[in-house]
């Protein structure tokens, strides 16, 4: 963790509303280290816009500070803050070519002719565009125009860049492309980027860290693999990749595993991780592909339960099915298509277990 001292950006208890009345941003806080690429991931309405229009400066907090490098900038102009922005909607002046749409933030900032050119050309090889410089937008693709935003928040070199949803309207192939070419050029550059969107995917994929927004506060805030593997609370858990779910009481705790018995009266083993007492109500939460179906590969003392096979699906790479469990008919499993894989059969009885460590015991 970064101490906010020594932090490149940070949020200080910021609260936000826009009538005076409901709060859209609940005590936020927040600390980046400089080139950090972190990514606000949430549902709609869940006040990430909010977030960046704030540190951009298009937004007052109506609470708290924001801090850059260690300075408060809550009355510092957006255009004096340094920061590059990239929108879904691209927002290019139409009337002018691409070159002179990168030149215009130079021009803003009083640089010399001959050194605006030098740092236009720059910007647009970043992103392989020095052939379309004489264009107007409307002559662009929305993957070009895309790419001539991005290089346009970069042209000026600044420490911090912000995107939101930039990448939103594009079709899936384009899309991946672009994930790619903005992490590699923020990682190349040094670059410190807050990035905003509610596509998951995208989230686990591009981010150094992902901050999971809802109802304006952030639930977790981890790298990747940790909010993958780790999620803190039910929500995390449910709106990060697929999950399985069931419902019951926590029956004993013995440090770092628990028995929950399930509504069905089953009885199965967890990782407490947020429930701390006996006969608590708890959501179990257990992932597709950590559910093993062979005995040899549980411990002996692991609980199992009975599940009926009520659907396979091929999927190539893995086989998706479909079980009833515990009196529920939305159980999923996963498995890898390797040589030896057994293909589940509809009708077919089978015993599922796991791992306490892969399966955990959240809020209800
Ligand atoms: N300019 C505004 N005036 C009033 N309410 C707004 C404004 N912008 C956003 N909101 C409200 O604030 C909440 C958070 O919105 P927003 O930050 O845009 O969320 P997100 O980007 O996560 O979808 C929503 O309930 C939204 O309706
Ligand atoms: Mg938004």
Partial sequence: MVDNQSAFVAFERVQKSYDGEVLVVKDL???MPKGEFLTMLGPSGSGKTTCLMMLA???TATHGDILLDGVSINNIPPHKRGIGMVFQNYALFPHMTVA???SFPLEVRKIGKSEREEKVMRALGMVQMQDFAGRRPAQLSGGQQQRIA???AL????ELVLMDEPLGALDKQLRETLQFEITNLAHELGITTV???HDQTEALTMSDRVAVFDDGRIQQLAAPDELYERPQNSFVAQFIGENNTMDGVVQQIQGDSCIVKLDSGDIIDAVPVNVSEVDQRTQVSIRPERVEFDR??????AHTLKAEVLEFIYMGDIFRTRLRVAGKDDFVIKTRNAPDQRRLKPGEMIEIGWLAQDCRALDA
């Fill in 296 to 301: 040899t590969r549980l411990q002996d003392d």
């Fill in 150 to 152: 991005l290089s346009r």
């Fill in 57 to 59: 400066g298009f937004e």
């Fill in 29 to 31: 806080n927040l600390s």
């Fill in 155 to 158: 042209v000026f070199e600044p």
């Fill in 195 to 197: 990035y905003v969107t």
């Fill in 100 to 102: 002179e749409n990168l």
